[in-house]
C-alpha cells in the first residue's frame, strides 16, 4: 500500500493495509471521481493467488450489477413501452400464477414482491431454470406486495432481464452489452462473455476468495470459464471497477456521460429518489429505504447498523448499489463524488460490514469531506 497513488489517502491505506494483513482479501480495486475529475484509480495485492492486481483486472461485481437492469427498465419507460405500475405478468403471462398475478414492475424494483423461495439454490442451475423457478413460485405467505419488503437476491432479476428480452428482443446480456456498456466506454465488462473472451483475458481475470476462517480458496463458481458465459441478471457483471463507475458518472451526470446520453435527468431523479421509505427489510433484518432499483443512503436507521451502506459521512441523497461480501458503488449528489471499489475476499457478512463501513469512512476523511456531526447510532 505505498503506491503513490495512495498519498493523499493515508487513512484508506492504512485501513486497506491492515485487512490485506488480516488476510480479509487478496487485493482490490478502488476508483474515485469528484468534482469530474479521477483522484484515484488504484489497485493493489493479487488479482488471484500469484497474480498481481491491476486497475484494468476484471472482478466480479455481484449484486453491485443490479443497477444495470433497473437502467434498462428506465430507458423502457422513456420510450413509452412501459409503466413501471404495469403487471409483470402483462409481459410475461404465466408470471401469473401462485398468488404473484398483481405484482407490477415497481414491486420488483423496491424488493417488495415477495417470492424470495425461488432465490434458493440458484447458483447451481442454469439460467433457462432459474427464470423458470422465478416464473413458477409462489408469493409468500402473509405479503403484501408492496407494503411486505424483502430483498431478492436473484429472482426478481432473472424476471426483469426477461421483461427486457421480450420488449426488446435480445438476451439481456447483449442488450446490457450494446445498449450500456459499450456506448459507456466499459469495453471491457460483460454478464456473459464468451469463451474465446474469457480466454483471451488471460491473468487480467481476477477471483473472489472465501476468506472466511482464515481461507484463500478462490470461489470458482464466479470466476470459470463456464460460470462468465452464465448471465445472471443481478450478479454476474464483470470488469474492471473503474468502469462500475461509468455507470454512476452518467447518472451524475443526469443520464449523460462524455457526450453519450443514456436517460433523461427526470429519469434518473425519479429511479435515484427514495420509493420505499422506512420499511423493515426481512432479508437484511433492517430498515433500508429503496430507489427503482437502487440503494438510498439509510444511515438515518443507524449508521452503525445498516446493511451494505455508504458510510457514516455519506450525504442523505447518496444512492448506489453494492455486491455480497466484495464490492461497493455509488455516488454523492452533495459531494459531487462517485466512488466504485471491489475486495476480492469474502470474510463473512459482520467482518464485511465493518470493513465496508470504515472504508468508505476512510474515504471521505481522506478527501477532507467527513461530516463533525454524522449518525452513528
Known amino acids: 500500500m505505498d503506491s503513490p497513488?495512495?498519498?493523499?489517502?493515508?487513512?484508506?491505506?492504512?485501513?486497506?493495509?491492515?485487512?490485506?494483513?488480516?488476510?480479509?482479501h487478496l487485493g482490490g480495486q478502488l476508483f474515485l471521481r469528484r468534482e469530474g475529475e479521477i483522484v484515484l484509480d488504484a489497485a493493489w495485492g493479487e488479482a488471484r493467488e500469484g497474480i498481481p492486481a491491476r486497475p484494468d483486472t476484471l472482478f466480479t461485481w455481484l449484486s453491485a450489477s443490479k443497477p444495470i437492469a433497473a437502467i434498462g427498465i428506465a430507458r423502457l419507460w422513456e420510450a413509452d413501452r412501459l409503466t413501471l405500475d404495469q403487471r409483470v405478468a402483462d409481459f410475461i403471462p404465466e408470471f401469473a400464477q401462485g398468488g404473484k398475478e398483481a405484482l407490477t414492475l415497481a414491486h420488483l424494483l423496491t424488493h417488495t414482491g415477495g417470492f424470495r423461495s425461488a432465490d434458493a439454490v440458484w447458483n447451481?442451475?442454469?439460467?433457462?431454470?432459474?427464470?423458470?423457478?422465478?416464473?413458477?413460485?409462489?408469493?409468500?405467505?402473509?405479503?403484501?406486495?408492496?407494503?411486505?419488503?424483502?430483498?431478492?437476491?436473484?429472482?426478481?432479476?432473472?424476471?426483469?432481464?426477461?421483461?427486457?428480452?421480450?420488449?426488446?428482443?435480445?438476451?439481456?446480456?447483449?442488450?446490457?452489452?450494446?445498449?450500456?456498456?459499450?456506448?459507456?466506454?466499459?469495453?471491457?465488462?460483460?454478464?456473459?462473455?464468451?469463451?474465446?473472451?474469457?480466454?483471451?483475458?488471460?491473468?487480467?481475470?481476477?477471483?473472489?476468495?472465501?476468506?472466511?476462517?482464515?481461507?484463500?480458496?478462490?470461489?470458482?463458481f464466479w470466476d470459470t470459464e463456464a460460470a462468465y458465459g452464465e448471465c445472471v441478471p443481478g450478479a454476474t457483471g464483470h470488469g474492471p471497477v473503474r468502469e462500475l463507475a461509468h455507470i454512476y458518472e452518467m447518472l451524475a451526470g443526469g443520464g449523460e456521460r462524455e457526450g453519450v446520453r443514456l436517460l433523461r435527468p427526470e429519469t434518473v431523479a425519479h429511479f435515484t429518489t427514495r420509493h420505499r421509505v422506512g420499511r423493515f427489510d426481512?432479508?437484511?433484518?433492517?430498515?433500508?429505504?429503496?430507489?427503482?432499483g437502487i440503494i438510498v443512503n439509510s444511515n438515518r436507521y443507524g449508521a452503525r447498523t445498516?446493511?451494505?451502506?455508504?458510510?457514516?459521512?455519506?450525504?442523505?441523497?447518496?444512492?448506489?448499489?453494492?455486491?455480497?461480501?466484495?464490492?461497493?458503488?455509488?455516488?454523492?449528489?452533495?459531494?459531487?463524488?462517485?466512488?466504485?471499489?471491489?475486495?476480492?475476499?469474502?470474510?463473512?457478512?459482520?467482518?464485511?460490514?465493518?470493513?465496508a463501513r470504515d472504508l468508505n469512512a476512510a474515504l471521505y476523511e481522506d478527501l477532507g469531506l467527513a461530516v463533525a456531526d454524522a449518525p452513528t447510532s
Open 5 to 24: 497513488a495512495f498519498a493523499r489517502f493515508p487513512f484508506t491505506a492504512r485501513l486497506l493495509q491492515a485487512d490485506l494483513a488480516a488476510g480479509q
Open 124 to 220: 447451481n442451475a442454469t439460467a433457462a431454470e432459474n427464470l423458470a423457478r422465478a416464473i413458477a413460485a409462489p408469493l409468500e405467505e402473509g405479503w403484501v406486495p408492496g407494503e411486505t419488503a424483502g430483498y431478492q437476491m436473484s429472482a426478481s432479476w432473472y424476471i426483469l432481464g426477461e421483461v427486457i428480452r421480450r420488449l426488446t428482443g435480445k438476451p439481456f446480456e447483449q442488450w446490457a452489452r450494446e445498449e450500456i456498456f459499450l456506448p459507456l466506454g466499459m469495453n471491457h465488462s460483460w454478464f456473459a462473455a464468451p469463451p474465446e473472451v474469457y480466454r483471451g483475458y488471460g491473468d487480467r481475470i481476477g477471483f473472489l476468495h472465501n476468506t472466511a476462517l482464515g481461507r484463500r480458496d478462490a470461489h470458482r
Open 282 to 292: 426481512l432479508t437484511f433484518q433492517h430498515i433500508v429505504d429503496w430507489g427503482l
Open 306 to 355: 445498516v446493511p451494505y451502506g455508504f458510510g457514516p459521512h455519506a450525504s442523505e441523497a447518496t444512492f448506489g448499489h453494492s455486491g455480497a461480501q466484495s464490492s461497493c458503488a455509488y455516488y454523492d449528489p452533495a459531494q459531487r463524488l462517485v466512488a466504485a471499489w471491489v475486495l476480492n475476499g469474502m470474510p463473512g457478512e459482520a467482518p464485511h460490514r465493518r470493513r
